[in-house]
């Protein structure tokens, strides 16, 4: 299921925004597509804060086409005027057929020449109802027809992103890699090639993103509770984390995340 906010810090700020699920063969290369689309008055803008999921994001806007790679730490972008975008959060098996380097992009962004999948995505959006289902066809038909047959590494780096951050994604690295029945460093290898992070910095992430949804969730909850059950031993060690990766203390995130 895709969760349509996890990782947005303040989604009430969002402007109109979708996640939808990518169509035909291309569900093994995209995990969803994410599509704002926002008509801000002059003189005003609106923040966008994400703590963005360890992976490599494909976005087109009507200004050309970017390859955005996993980032280290919270991120933003203020948005002004009118404006869309549709991106596509990659799963592994799409980063290796756009990337030799996925480590060379790490918090940052790459402009690629794709005329063809600018051009049809940016039909799509101004087609009228049913632009952004249009979209999605069009962006996940363009990467089935690049991507071609998925080898069996693509397909193990998929799975290894499943063990590290499904629904019951591993605690540990060790645990990881006894589910995907490889060596640590096996696991270590598959994550710099198709993520440019390595796996414990990836479980890190993804217990930061599950304390954010819990505590704008339900505020009340204390850090104690909320580090223990994303799998931190203490909520000293939640509260640096929180602090490295956003810039904040958790307490300081629930006080604003209301407003």
């Known amino acids: ?72 730490h919270a991120t933003y972008r203020d948005l002004r005027g009118a404006g869309w975008a549709v991106g596509a959060l ?28 600018l051009a049809a995505v940016t039909t799509a959006m101004r087609a009228g109802e049913g632009h952004r289902e249009r979209a999605v066809d069009v962006f996940s038909q363009w990467l089935d027809e690049r991507a071609g047959v998925l080898g069996s590494a693509s397909l193990q780096a998929n799975a290894l992103v499943e063990v590290l951050l499904g629904d019951d994604a591993a605690s540990s690295v060790e645990e ?31 217990r930061l993103q599950e304390a954010a949804e819990q505590l704008r969730v339900d505020p009340d909850l204390d850090l104690a509770t909320v580090a223990a059950q994303i799998g931190y031993a203490d909520h000293a060690h939640l509260t640096r984390d929180f602090r490295t990766v956003l810039g904040i203390a958790p307490s300081t995130y629930r006080a604003h995340v209301g407003r």
């Open 1 to 72: 299921m895709v969760n349509p906010t996890r990782g947005v810090l303040y989604p009430a700020r969002l402007p109109e925004f979708h996640r939808l699920v990518p169509t035909g063969p291309a569900s093994d290369l995209v995990a969803w597509f994410w599509i704002p689309e926002w008509d801000i008055e002059p003189g005003r803008s609106s923040r966008q804060e994400i703590v963005g999921y360890p992976a490599l994001n494909l976005v087109v806007e009507p200004d050309g086409v970017t390859l955005s790679g996993a980032t280290t």
């Open 90 to 117: 990659l799963r592994p098996a799409a980063v290796a057929v756009l990337l030799d380097d996925p480590a060379s992009v790490v918090d940052q962004a790459r402009r690629l020449d794709e005329p063809e999948l």
């Open 176 to 206: 990881a890699a006894t589910r995907l029945a490889v060596s640590v460093r096996t696991l270590q290898r598959l994550a710099h090639r198709h993520v440019g992070l390595s796996p414990a910095a990836m479980i890190r992430r993804r």
